[in-house]
């Protein structure tokens, strides 16, 4: 005994801070080079952006990812993807490279089968899913989304025109003498959580406070965690996930202890109204995200789903995909309209479209038909969306294959494990697919949709009017890729449109808004960017509005 307690206090003693520190550094290097060794290698015929594949590069291309990632893509697309061929962009320590797929065999990619290529363990692999959202993959949600969001939206759109006009003129205010300013961020944070949260959780748990900073911060959480553990060796994701997502815990706690009851409520009442009980004989619940996987999960005999914890989990990932990127959106948006020429008259030209259209169609709410008619609004928003990329790419597969798969058309061979990418940024900025690549035209789709329609109606050709109908913003094509493109687009692309017009029709039409004279910048960090969150514009409400 006496020896074993001698032994222990002896290798106590030498646990300097110096070995301390040195074991530390041994074990990260090592996890490194057991990563650098498990990743996928890629043929030598694909050429490389950034430093190459050596030894010296791989180190180089690590601590260059952080500032440099972005110009690696660009100087790839244009020295190899814009002649049609492939070419591989060094990723974070953690992850494999992506191999970039030229715009040319956009069509080969995208039909690849699901067991050969899937975007579901892309997007689990870029998200940290296993680690950040509780082991649960997002096929539940999705699936979800896909069969009840589309057949309820026009009958949601008056509700979530009532929350726009609520949270707006909470955010913005109802002065009509006095200049306010805000920050922009901030106010966009103030607008789309309670507008999205209209359609996911209904009424009025869609303005609680407290339950919306909960979705937010989680939502924060998941980008800033996905950062820090993409720098890390995979091999050490265990121990760092569990560090970085108590965040994610916290801030589903939050809103747990608010959505909750709501949801065991919820579950209840169906479950009353479905066993035939005569109180509930005429209850009907309302149409949200929660109703929804009620119901899909009675649907697919999924009866773990049905519980107020494993619902408001699956909400996350929905929250999550909804909150980052409209608000991203709705703030880029605003800059490229601010920022414009003043002489340009783009903020006063959707104002007299959104009040046309509005009063022509003489309805009490907007309806799918008269939004369909906001031709230039639509534009503003998807010209904004294809200059102001937020990331480099948002397509992209990962090989599932055992075998791998083979580009028949390049002739080389991608491992199982394979990252596959479209490159938006680059394709959004090509002068060969948009003249003026790199300036913010707000009417450069209307224009030519406008164009078509006018020829359409003359001609009464079928086919230029599906042509003008395909210049809209949720029609995703091999030189739009904002919300991704083929059979795995974003879904909830329609409601986004939706929302957004709606946005900017009562902002053009109630406020006044001071133009800025310099665009602030926004800053890239890896593949995807930060953006000036410190910009202000100075707003006022309009004489015989309120």
Known sequence: MGTCTGISLQLLESLTFGRVIATLFLLTISSFVVDII???????????????DGLFGIVKNWLGYVTKYNDWAAEGYEKYAKKGQSYVIPAAPSRPSDIVIPRSQTAWLLELPDHLVSTKEAH???????????????????????KHLARNLVEMIPGVEHEIK????????????NWKSLNLWEAWLGIVPQVTNRILVGTPTCRNQEFLKGQIGFADAIVTNSFILNMFPSVLHPIVARLVSVTNWRQWRKAHK????????????MARKEAGDPEYENYEPEETMITWLIRQAIVEGLTEELTPEMISKRLLPVEFAAIHTTVITGHTLMLDLLTSDPKLGY???????TTAVFQEAG????????????????????????????????????????EGITNE???WHAPYGSFLMLNMAGTHHDADLYENPNT??????????????TEAEESEDPEVAMKAKRLGMVTTSDSYLSFSHGRHACPGRFFVAHELKMILAYLTQNYEIKHLTERPQPMWIGQTIVPPLDAKIEIRRRKGTV
């Open 38 to 52: 498990t990743k996928p290698r890629y043929p030598k015929s694909i050429p490389h952006a950034g430093n190459g």
């Open 124 to 146: 689990r692999d870029m998200l940290h899913n296993d680690h950040q959202f509780f082991r649960l993959d997002d096929q539940f949600p999705i699936r979800t989304v896909h």
């Open 166 to 177: 609520h949270a707006i003129d909470a955010v913005f205010g109802v002065d009509t003498e």
């Open 258 to 269: 608010i959505i909750g009851p709501v949801i065991e409520q919820r579950l209840h009442d």
């Open 347 to 353: 903020l006063d030209a959707i104002r007299e479209e």
């Open 363 to 402: 309805d009490a709410h907007w309806t799918k038909k008269s939004l369909s008619r906001l031709h230039r609004t639509d534009s503003a928003i998807k010209e904004s969306m294809r200059i102001s990329t937020f990331a480099t790419g948002l397509t992209r597969r990962k090989v599932v294959a055992k």
């Open 409 to 411: 058309q390049e002739g």
């Open 440 to 453: 913010y035209d707000a009417f450069r789709f209307s224009r030519e949709r406008e164009k078509l329609e």
